[in-house]
């Protein structure tokens, strides 16, 4: 089992930055691609970013590739997602999930456990 918690969302202009966190209990936090996924309202759930458990190896949606990063500290039990040059359109509730797979994957259906999601809220 994996539990997870994101934090570092917030109102932020158009232009600027976040960092996401997302801390995960158990202590096989470090097997597991941590995946992030953001919701906009009215829209479905869509991939942002993955990152392998053990390579590092990464992948991103195509909307935030070259703005967004993601990381993770398996000392700490922690992902992260840096976000700048942050638009409108990033609007969303973001959520960090976890997928216990050999590759990376994109669809949201593929992830076993979730986090309670953090706003994001970019102003023009």
């Known amino acids: 089992q994996v539990q997870l918690v994101e934090s570092g969302g917030g109102l932020v202009q158009a232009g600027g930055s976040l960092r996401l966190s997302c801390a995960a209990s158990?202590?096989?936090?470090?097997?597991?691609?941590m995946g992030w996924f953001r919701q906009a309202p009215g829209k479905e759930r869509e991939f942002v970013a993955v990152?392998?458990?053990?390579?590092?190896?990464?992948a991103y949606a195509d909307s935030v590739k070259g703005r967004f990063t993601i990381s993770r500290d398996n000392a700490k039990n922690t992902v992260y997602l840096q976000m700048n040059n942050l638009k409108p359109e990033d609007t969303a509730v973001y959520y960090c999930a976890a997928d216990r797979s050999p590759v990376v994957r994109r669809t949201q259906y593929d992830y076993a456990y979730w986090g309670q999601g953090t706003q994001v809220t970019v102003s023009s």
């Open positions: 158990g202590r096989t936090f470090c097997s597991y691609n």
């Open positions: 990152i392998h458990w053990s390579t590092g190896n990464t």
